[in-house]
């Protein structure tokens, strides 16, 4: 067995025994070591969870990709001019941006309006090649309508929208539509009630089958106010964002069309911006406590250097070098750095698996989009940041360890 860990070892196990204990310091850096590491980690999943959470919602509703004629203002959904969605179009963005699935989609404004409210809100025609499951697992009650069926008259409200106008499942509602001939009007039956928690959404979108609100558009059977595109591999937006604008300006050209393609983070901007600067927050955090876990540390072993003179003395006195004793002390911090990290790991995973099952941490929806703090536990991100703590931590420890060197035993044995 190495000389130095044994001789740590033998004095990490007699820490707070005799007359000059430096138990309190150790207990100290062990539980500041162990907060930092706690602190970091929640940041990371709780940075992960803000970002895939919130992510997962937008492209759920919006997509990665919307391709849409030029004259629409696609963020906000408002749009009316319609195109038509060929298959040859529909083959080339699939095939260029390695798309999981296109969606056609039709939208419209129009005016929902009870006795006592009314709201305007953007109608979002879906067809069955339109992915619903996060609408389904955001439903709150009632179902789905039929998207499929070309004669339905079935809404999708969201909460938010029911609570104003005083609705719920089951009733029928009148909508108003303001087109080139005239206001039409439609009668509705609110088949389900949704909630997102993200108001844009909640507060605008209205879906229904996309036949009802091509009718509504005047738009012919084929034609769609955009095409949505799912990607096979999301972290690629980018390289298919461009891939995209490359195929619709090549079909612009053909067609003499004037369709463009936007990628998510460019409709909602807002969203991405604040994701963003969660993350320059977390990096600032992880920052500050490395300093404060790295300073414990080093504070620390000085306590422990000063309180273990005599030992120094005398293993000095019995042929012990300086590099023995300099490393006999580093893998004392060592120790003590390791056990930290370990009840940092535990707390961390503890208090997200606790989160993750029973969401005792809520937050208010209108501010951060969601009813409760998420966490995402990343198993490469935690090894990093355990990694990270130990190799800053073992680079401020090295030089005070040299400190042993400066302990003169004749001094010190005179003095005992």
């Not at 612009?252 to 409709?267: E, F, P, Q, W």
Request: with cysteine; charged share 15%.
């Amino acid at each position: 067995m190495n000389l130095s860990f044994a001789l740590a070892r033998r004095l990490y196990k007699n820490e707070g025994k005799g007359k000059h204990s430096s138990l309190p310091a150790v207990r100290i850096a062990i539980i500041s070591v162990a907060l930092g590491t706690a602190v970091m980690l929640l940041s990371v999943a709780v940075a992960f969870g803000f970002s895939d959470s919130i992510s997962t919602k937008v492209t759920s509703l919006g997509s990665d990709i919307v391709v849409s004629s030029s004259e629409n203002t696609t963020a906000s959904m408002s749009v009316a001019a319609g195109f038509e969605a060929s298959p040859a179009l529909i083959s080339s963005l699939k095939k260029s941006c390695n798309a999981d699935h296109i969606s056609s989609v039709a939208v419209c404004q129009g005016v929902l309006k009870t006795n006592s409210a009314f709201a305007p809100l953007t109608f979002k025609g879906l067809g069955q090649d339109y992915d619903v499951s996060f609408l389904s697992s955001s439903l709150v009650e009632g179902r789905l309508p039929r998207f499929s069926n070309k004669n339905a008259t079935e809404i999708l409200l969201s909460k938010s929208v029911c609570k104003t106008l005083s609705l719920k499942t089951g009733d029928k509602v009148y909508a108003y539509f303001f087109t080139d001939k005239g206001l039409l009007t439609r009668r509705f039956l609110i088949t389900g009630v949704y909630a997102t928690q993200i108001s844009m959404f909640d507060d605008n979108l209205v879906f229904a089958p996309i036949s009802t609100v091509r009718k509504l558009c005047g738009y012919a059977p084929d034609a769609v106010s955009s095409l949505e595109i799912t990607l096979s591999h999301p972290d690629s937006l980018d390289i298919a964002s461009l891939s995209a604008s490359k195929v619709v300006a090549r079909y612009n050209i053909d067609h003499d069309t004037s369709l463009t393609a936007i990628d998510i983070h460019h409709l909602y901007p807002q969203i991405f911006s604040w994701l963003s600067l969660l993350k320059v927050n977390i990096a600032v955090i992880l920052i500050i406590m490395l300093l404060v876990s790295g300073v414990t540390m080093v504070t620390s072993l000085l306590i422990i250097i000063l309180e273990r003179t005599s030992t120094i003395a005398l293993l000095s006195a019995l042929g012990a070098g300086r590099r023995l004793l300099g490393r006999t002390f580093l893998s004392l911090s060592l120790m003590i750095l390791l056990r930290g990290m370990f009840w940092g790991n535990v707390i961390a995973l503890a208090l997200c698996f606790i989160q993750k099952e029973f969401n005792i941490f809520p937050l208010n929806p209108e501010s951060y989009y969601l009813d409760a703090v998420p966490v995402e536990l990343s198993v490469p991100a935690f090894l990093a940041i355990n990694a990270l703590i130990f190799f800053v931590c073992t680079c401020t420890l090295y030089f005070p360890s040299r400190l042993v060197s400066s302990v003169r035993p004749m001094d010190v044995l005179r003095h005992e």
